[in-house]
């Protein structure tokens, strides 16, 4: 019986993470498809907007209704969602938090990779 009570609070566990996985994962594609047009239409480089990819991502999170942070780095190449997410335990008061981190790496280039 315990072990029961246990595996459903288990599994409610996994699907919290999973819930706050799949968000983070498209929220840092949506932040990718901010290309930094000062830098694109040059051709100077194809890096992520440094203010208009966190904001995409932020309002793919809030439509989504979740929450987490945004953030570029490797010079606009790269950025990094953290959603955080919580269970509540059905079977004992406890609550428990998850986090999921996605990460999408803005590649350019026919063949091979541009940078």
């Known amino acids: 019986m315990l072990c029961g009570l246990l595996t ?9 993470k999973q819930h706050a996985d799949d968000p983070s994962v498209e929220a840092a594609r949506a932040a990718q498809q901010a290309i930094d047009p000062a830098q694109a239409i040059p051709g100077k480089a194809f890096v992520a907007d440094p203010a208009g990819a966190p904001a995409a991502a932020r309002v793919y999170l809030a439509q ?3 929450t987490g942070t945004v953030h570029v780095s490797d010079g606009g ?11 509540h335990a059905v079977f004992w008061p406890k609550t ?3 986090h999921a981190t996605s990460t999408a790496t803005l590649l350019h280039g026919i063949t091979q990779p541009d940078r």
Not at 77 to 87: C, D, E, K, Q
């Open 77 to 87: 190449h790269t950025v990094t969602v953290t959603v955080t997410g919580r269970y």
């Open 96 to 98: 428990f938090t998850v």
């Open 64 to 66: 989504t209704g979740v």
């Open 8 to 16: 459903v609070n288990a599994f409610g566990v996994l699907r919290a």
